[in-house]
């Protein structure tokens, strides 16, 4: 192997009792230091990552033997345990080990020796490295040397013992106050407790004749949780009228939430019925409710407080029965600090407010939505020409357990039945999804994903983060420093203009 191959791997390891046995016996080289010395011997890497579970007086000795036979280097960290074989504490261990190694060394091959450590550590190491943090092993022996395993078996797992860990008290409580889970949250697919959490929430807030806010990322579900609150509440047989704020035109709003009678305008040939008036007696769904312009604000503040608006061109003013249920993915508490939004207008849709966490941060859920919406594309395309049953194949659940998902599920879905319609076999594979996503890189990746070498200049990695949100925060305020020092968390404008000229942005 050349040098250029090997010096591009990374070694992960627990520090076994056999390690520190062997540095205490009367030998030289490899066999000073047992397993982890014998196989930084026979093969290279870039550097190790050592965890282990002993005193200082212990493992002290041993490190400074390492060190002194091995010109690798090495970072070594002490695993709070309550036990070698903990498994969750284990997993916590080794899952932030390979962490770390995977962000400092983004582009170089992960490599995990077996040897050392319990059949617990073993087993967790061989879970996450053909999972979450795809790996080769290695093993190491007086018998046959090192050598590199091949495992002859993939595994498709979640394994996240901190699900059990984390307290559903909060969850038990909601439960207990005899208000059970209506049906109408049934779409709504997850075994994460935050999640669980959230639709009792909701379910809560269905009962009861208040305004609510659901905040979060696009295609995390705001509508699917609304269109549930509206169907677990007393307004269940009347209407539900969603609207998506952020496509009607600014001349048109009144018009649109409010209508308008015949020759209000030109064009207004006949009388129209506003999203208001048709939502009468049932929920209005207000998506995207951050896009208003703050006139619209102001007309919609007044129906909230009042239940009557009047409609473009009339002097008549007519009264509703509406629940509003709105969605942003704004922060609206940030937009009015700014002045974007109004503050009262906030405060009477923010009563019940539930924050929807992106998909990535659902533990657990990535399996079963993926499975869920590969059922229902199956279905959709079952009768259509070359239709073939798909499923997903082991490699294919990994590469999606990896994925961050900036869309959410509406990502997910998409990428899924692109994937279906694509894949020649039964089985979508990590190819086909590889070819069904959308790969470009943000902002963020692009950043922090860099490979850190001879040429790297960590300077102009931050005079870019700075110059890119600082125009962003000016454009945002229209050019006003002090409103864009808060925006950034500045302290002041002078502290603003003092970054401007460091980091070279151009204004």
């Known amino acids: 192997m050349s040098p250029e191959v090997s010096l591009s791997r990374v070694l992960v390891s627990w520090i076994g009792r056999a390690d520190l046995t062997a540095s205490s016996a009367e030998s030289e080289g490899a066999e000073a230091a047992g397993p982890i010395a014998s196989t930084l011997f026979a093969e290279r890497f870039r550097c190790a990552y050592l965890l282990y579970n002993y005193a200082a007086e212990e493992i002290t000795p041993y490190l400074n033997l390492l060190h002194s036979v091995i010109d690798t280097p090495i970072e070594s960290a002490r695993a709070q345990l309550r036990s070698p074989v903990h498994y969750h504490d284990i997993y916590q261990a080794a899952d932030g080990c390979l962490a770390k190694a995977c962000a400092e060394h983004p582009s170089d091959t992960l490599c995990i020796l077996l040897s050392p450590g319990t059949p617990a550590m073993q087993a967790v190491w061989v879970l996450l490295g053909k999972t979450k943090y795809p790996a080769v092993f290695f093993q190491s022996s007086v018998e046959e040397g090192v050598e590199q395993v091949n495992i002859p078996f993939d595994i498709s797992a979640e ?187 906030f405060y009477r849709v923010a009563v019940g407010v539930l924050n929807l966490p992106p998909l990535r941060e659902r533990a657990g859920d990535l399996p079963l939505l993926a499975d869920a919406l590969l059922q229902r594309i199956n279905r959709d395309a079952a009768g259509q020409p070359g239709f073939v049953q798909k499923k997903i194949s082991v490699e294919g659940r990994n590469l999606i357990r990896q994925h961050r998902w900036p869309g959410n599920i509406r990502e997910l879905n998409s990428t899924l039945l692109r994937a279906s319609l694509w894949s020649q076999n039964k089985r979508i594979d990590a190819a086909d999804l590889e070819a069904a996503m959308f790969r470009g890189l943000s902002q963020e990746q692009g950043v922090l994903g860099r490979t850190i070498d001879e040429v790297f200049d960590i300077h102009s990695v931050i005079d870019e983060v700075v110059r890119h949100y600082v125009v962003r925060a000016l454009t945002q305020t229209g050019e006003n420093r002090s409103k864009a020092a808060a925006l950034l968390g500045l302290g002041s404008y002078q502290t603003l203009n003092g970054w401007i000229k460091k980091h070279g942005v151009e204004t």
């Open 159 to 345: 394994f996240l013992p901190e699900l059990s860990a984390r307290s559903a008290r909060q969850v038990g409580r909601l439960l207990a106050a005899d208000v059970p889970i209506d049906a109408a949250f049934d779409d709504i697919l997850t075994q994460d407790p935050a999640m669980c959490e959230l639709i009792a929430q909701a379910n809560v807030m269905a009962t009861r004749e208040v305004p609510v806010l659901i905040h979060g990322e696009t295609g995390t579900g705001k509508e699917l949780f609304a269109t549930a609150i509206h169907n677990a509440s007393p307004r269940r047989d009347r209407v539900f009228v969603p609207v998506n704020c952020g496509a009607i035109p600014r001349e048109l709003a009144d018009s649109a939430l409010f209508g308008h009678v015949k020759g209000a305008f030109t064009g207004a040939g006949a009388s129209k019925a506003g999203y208001f008036e048709r939502a009468d007696g049932g929920t209005l769904f207000l998506d995207e409710l951050g896009e208003l312009s703050l006139d619209a604000q102001v007309r919609l503040l007044r129906v909230l407080q009042t239940g009557d608006f009047y409609p473009v061109g009339s002097t008549v003013a007519k009264g509703v029965d509406v629940r509003v249920i709105a969605a942003t993915n704004r922060n609206l508490v940030q937009e009015v600090a700014m002045g974007r939004f109004r503050e009262d207008l």
